[in-house]
């Protein structure tokens, strides 16, 4: 029996219709193979794109990240940020309630829009919001968590505008939590960039809300709008935004090892292309790039000589882990300048700020880090104190201190 003309014309209409942002998402294939680049411009151009690595903020490749485009629900990564520092603040906690007002009933109802499916009255805490925000992209959670932080949507936007500022988000400006269309809200690929990774720095364990491949709540389970996150089980984050007007947009994070990548891609003209540049600038970075230990104690004094305490010497350490973000195989010649900044006399506390390491590669300088105080020393005795001070005071008067010293290191793999 042959099929009616009029189903078949139905079907090739439904299937060319776009999917409206409030449906789950397919889950795709989880091969880790790289996707073949693609940049096939849409309505808005050619898509806005930017590899950076975490740890030294270096970008690695791009293409117009400064263009100004609808930031769709990348807003939420703003959202996100805020309600973090509130945790940390101490003005919520994560089993803070917070009941649903109408306003983010109604937003959560807007036509096409995603949503955690909250509804009026409702008392959720703010780590179920948190879930809702980062995996089902919900505009009701982000309401939700707007007037939670704030009291309302148009203080959090205000706060939102000013933390932008003071992160150095030149090509960003705010209107809504949420990323639903509004006038004069934009944002570019390098902020969207530099957000990510402020969030990554400051909150490693932020993640763990932007991971897990599904979020459920009052019985209706969602799929992580991140499908990355079921492609390559590097990755663990963060966001993704699309809308009629921004195209599709992700912020996308993956860790192999101490490598940690963000890539992001805005105004991408289907889910394919999106998927298809952030998967290339992902592999890339990985296959291009290495972080390597650079091991300074073989090159300057790891610790210090001092005076006037219970021992003669203080241990050194680095604020953080000294690394070198270079192309795999390569071994680079670096300088090494070690100061210290503190006069080596007792006491010292454990986690003092002594001194500074500089890591210089071809005369430019690509890392500085703090060396601590890696115990505590005691003041001596009256006697000891003395003695000490003496030794110290004609040490100098010999030259016999130094407080600098420099030497050449070549990372190996």
Known sequence: ????????????????????????????????????????????GPPSTLLMEVST????????????????????????????????AGRLTPQTPVTVSAQAWRIGRTAGSSRMFLNVGDVVTVAQLLDGLMVASGNDAAEALAEAVSGSSARFV??????????????????????????????????????????LLRYPDA?????????????????????????????????????AEAGYSIAATARE???????VV?????LRHRTELAEGMLQTGFSHYALVPVRWQQVVPAELRIYGGTAGRLPLAAAHPVQLLTAR???????????????????????????????????????????????????????????GYLRYTIGRLLHRHRSSWTGTYTPQG
Not at 4 to 12: C, G, K, Q
Not at 257 to 263: H, K, N, Q, T, V
Not at 266 to 270: E, L, Q, R, V
Not at 343 to 352: E, I, S, T
């Open 1 to 44: 029996m042959q099929t009616p003309l009029r189903w078949i014309s139905l079907a090739v209409c439904l299937a060319l219709l776009p999917v409206p942002s409030g449906a789950a998402p397919r889950v795709p294939g989880r091969s880790r193979a790289a996707a073949p680049r693609a940049a096939a411009p849409g309505p808005l």
């Open 57 to 88: 903020g270096r970008v690695l490749e791009s293409a117009a990240p400064h263009r100004r485009l609808p930031p769709a629900s990348l807003d939420k990564l703003m959202t996100f940020y805020l309600t973090l520092e509130a945790l940390r």
């Open 158 to 199: 205000q706060e939102m505008n000013a933390t932008a500022a003071r992160l150095g988000m030149h090509d960003t400006h705010y209107a809504t939590p949420h990323g639903l269309p509004a006038p004069d809200e934009y944002t570019s690929a390098w902020d969207v960039a530099l957000l990510a990774r402020e969030i």
């Open 207 to 243: 993640v763990r809300f932007s991971s897990p491949r599904y979020e459920t709540y009052a019985g209706i389970r969602q799929a992580n709008w991140n499908n990355l996150v079921f492609r390559d089980p590097r990755v663990d984050g963060l966001k993704t935004g699309h809308t």
């Open 257 to 263: 090892g101490d490598l940690r990548l963000i890539a």
């Open 266 to 270: 805005m105004g991408a003209p289907t």
């Open 329 to 387: 195989d390569s071994h680079p010649v670096l300088e090494l300048a070690e100061e210290i900044t503190v006069r080596p006399v007792a006491p010292f506390h454990r986690g003092q700020r002594v001194g500074l390491l500089t890591v210089r590669r071809d005369g430019q300088v690509v890392a500085t880090v703090p060396l601590l105080a890696a115990e505590t020393v005691e003041r001596a005795g009256l006697a000891g104190r003395m003695w």
